[in-house]
């Protein structure tokens, strides 16, 4: 061993360090074009005020009704993202609760999986990994959900005008730690069930590519089914401690009332989030094939840049999400909304 070096007895520690410091400074380099995006954001609305006055002069649209309610319903979507946005920029503090919750989540997972394997090796029985997998995924999902709610308790302080800050999330969030668990069971549960049916669909009987792309899109339609129906929960369990079946049954008439905001507010962050992390996201995978010319370990640190540049994106558009669910229980709850946000791009996206 060299004089002075440090020992380094857990590999998957130090891994797990350099992931969080990774997805810290991709988060940091999304927020930061999300930023820029404001600025154009002033100029595109300029443009489409000017745009939408020669689309009113013009005396003839051939069948682009259906296409000019689309992009009207995108167009709030992406209003709606930048008010989030402006919550978020608002009061900084909020930023910590995504970034803790993928810190914890890979922490959870890795320390899990490392125990399984280890356990594994020691007796000799491959199959002992999978309740360990099993285990860490849980994990993972406990953590996410659990600063998701810490999220929306503090950014309902935040959007009341009251200063907040980690404290106030983790202390409501700590007396939901039953319920993120139950409801952390149930996301895992059900992603294993969608799984399942959809590689028995897929793969049963032999048929093929066509019964694998079945299965797939009733997958994702499973997926959106059920994304949409809990629409409100990490809400309900923040500001009103439901249990996760009542959370979900308010979740569903509360997105049976607010269908349209639901979705084009989901669909909209999502979609504006990509969009402005599209080009710097491709720029660092491309960067990262490019690198396998100078070295594979330079290839492989490329890639993982690349990759928690793409979670840090993901984290961030959950943030965004989040902010937004609060903002829409409160109106669809109190009728009130915060200054971030224009009632009419509200009521627009319910049309």
């Not at 920029?89 to 803790?100: G, K």
């Not at 005008?161 to 980690?166: A, F, N, S």
């Not at 983790?170 to 939901?176: G, K, P």
């Amino acid at each position: 061993m060299v004089p002075g070096a440090i020992e380094i007895e857990s590999p998957a520690l130090v891994v797990t360090a350099v992931a969080v410091s990774l997805l810290l400074a991709g988060f940091a380099l999304v927020a930061a074009i999300f930023d820029v995006r404001e600025v154009f954001h002033q100029i595109a609305e300029l443009r489409a005020i000017d745009e939408e006055a020669q689309a009113d002069a013009s005396t003839h649209r051939p069948a682009s009704v259906c296409c000019g309610a689309l992009s009207t319903r995108i167009a709030t979507g992406w209003r709606l993202a930048g008010a989030s946005w402006r919550v978020l920029r608002a009061d900084e503090s909020l930023m910590i609760f995504p970034v803790l919750g993928v810190a914890a989540a890979a922490v959870a997972y890795t320390g899990i999986i490392s125990v399984g394997v280890g356990i594994a090796d020691g007796v000799g029985v491959p199959l002992l990994v999978v309740p360990f997998l099993l285990a860490g995924v849980w994990g993972a999902a406990y953590w996410i959900v659990y600063f998701k709610v810490t999220l929306a308790a503090a950014a309902r302080l935040s959007i009341d005008g009251r200063d907040t800050g980690l404290r106030d999330g983790m202390a409501v969030a700590r007396t939901r730690r039953g319920v993120i668990a139950r409801w952390a069971v149930l996301e895992v549960g059900l992603g294993l069930l969608v799984g399942a049916v959809g590689a028995a669909l897929g793969g049963g009987g032999g048929g093929g590519g066509g019964s694998q792309v079945g299965s797939s899109i009733l997958a994702a339609m499973a997926g959106a089914a059920w994304s949409v129906a809990s629409f409100f929960v990490i809400p309900l369990f923040a500001l009103e401690g439901l249990a996760p079946r009542a959370a979900l049954s308010r979740s569903v008439d509360l997105v049976a009332d607010h269908w349209s905001e639901a979705v084009s507010g989901r669909t909209g962050i999502g979609l504006a989030v990509f969009l402005v992390a599209l080009v710097p996201l491709g720029a660092l995978f491309a960067g990262a094939d490019q690198l396998r010319h100078v070295s594979d370990a330079a290839q492989t640190a490329g890639s993982l840049v690349a990759v928690f540049a793409m979670l840090a994106t993901i984290a961030f558009a959950s943030m965004l999400g989040v902010i937004f669910r609060v903002e829409l229980y409160r109106y669809a709850t109190e009728g009130k909304l915060s200054g971030s946000f224009d009632r009419a791009d509200v009521d627009a996206a319910f049309r």
